[in-house]
């Protein structure tokens, strides 16, 4: 006779969809070059920054190659894209982030760090926000 199938005690499990939305705020630094252009235009070599994304944890597809532990420790690299204000020159750099969330109770607090490797200096971001949801 056919025994029943067993599932096999090493078989990956099914994780429950995390839901990662939420306000965040930071700021960037800019160096080098572009430290100097921003500095001859009048403009400070500090950008603050507010968003709010819409992230939803999937296991097949993401923008940002990277990883994530159950611990919560994100690392992710991949290319950046930025573009002048008169949109007339694009600039390509790569990003190198890493960052954690932290738990507090149901509140739950991403902490993460970018450098974006780019010609005139390195672009160094920190973001931080909670999550809802």
Known sequence: PLLPFRRHPRMARTLPRQKLSGP?????????AVADLRDQAGLEPLMTQFGWPWETQIMSLGWLTGYRLANGLELGVGPNFSVNKQFEKITTSMVVAGGSTLSFGDMYVPLNLAVALAKGGPRITILTGWIIG
Request: aromatic share 34%.
């Open 24 to 32: 965040r705020f930071g700021f960037t630094t800019f160096t080098g």
